[in-house]
Nanobody, 116 residues
């Protein structure tokens, strides 16, 4: 069983920054993709950014140039550095782990609110 624990959400003013962390524990394949998704009220969950165990990254167009995803394989942890935050970034952010084989895992979500 794999558990994902997210941290780092909160309230920030427009133009501010936050850093999200997601630590995975349990039986984790060394080959996997870890990513961040978000879901705003009344909207579908969408990909924000993802990173493979080899370091390849993928970003939503809406966050390119503002958000940076990274991971520490030794700690089974993925990070999302969010800069120049805007009100439209307000959402619950979820961490996802997709192993090379087997089912995906999701964290419980962390709220990010961008408001003045």
């Amino acid at each position: 069983q794999v558990q994902l624990v997210e941290s780092g959400g909160g309230l920030v003013q427009p133009g501010g920054s936050l850093r999200l962390s997601c630590a995975a524990s349990g039986s984790i394949s060394s080959i996997n993709i870890m990513g961040w998704y978000r879901q705003a009220p009344g909207k579908q969950r969408e990909l924000v950014a993802a990173v493979g165990s080899g370091g390849a990254t993928n970003y939503a167009d809406s966050v390119k140039g503002r958000f940076t995803i990274s991971r520490d394989n030794a700690k089974n942890t993925v990070y999302l550095q969010m800069n120049s935050l805007q009100p439209e970034d307000t959402a619950v952010y979820y961490c996802r782990l997709l192993p090379r084989l087997g089912s995906e895992y999701w964290g419980q979500g962390t709220q990010v609110t961008v408001s003045s």
